[in-house]
């Protein structure tokens, strides 16, 4: 299965900044890292995205090709995600010993357990809720 066959992610709709990357002076486009969860988060509004993604999930249990496919996928996201940390940390923005990678995993755990489970919204609230939490955590 080519990588390049997963469906694309759509571009972020303008917004207003979440509540947790307010603008701080210096700071190269503070809402960046809101703005990413919340194109991430719109794409989940269609059950059937939502489903294809959960029989991925499902698939990569048992196909190493799937599985492939899943991880390279997901290694993009998180590498994107990664460098909006990255940047955060070399302008000094992260408190001392947070961990970007840490930062990443937890942003992706929240997405990743809402969608598997289903037991709480992935919208624009959700978005704005997990921002707040990582710029809390930084």
């Known amino acids: 299965m080519p990588t390049d066959a997963w469906p694309a992610l759509p571009r972020p709709r303008q917004h207003t900044p979440c509540a947790g990357w307010a603008p701080t002076p210096g700071a190269a486009a503070p809402a960046a890292g809101c703005a990413f969860f ?6 989940l509004q ?3 995205m939502v489903r294809l993604l959960g029989e991925v999930v499902s698939g990569a249990q048992r196909e190493p090709a799937v599985a492939e496919v899943l991880r390279d996928f997901t ?3 998180r590498a994107a995600l990664g460098e909006l940390f990255a940047r955060a940390a070399a302008r000094g923005v992260l ?3 947070a961990d970007p990678e840490v930062l990443v995993e937890l942003g992706y755990g929240f997405l990743w357990y809402r969608l598997l489970v289903g037991h709480a919204p992935l919208d624009d609230t959700a978005a704005d809720t997990l921002a707040a939490h990582l710029a809390a955590a930084t």
Do not use: M, S
């Open 38 to 43: 919340k194109a991430g988060f719109d794409v």
């Open 46 to 48: 269609d059950p059937g």
């Open 75 to 77: 290694a993009r996201r």
């Open 95 to 97: 408190r001392p010993g």
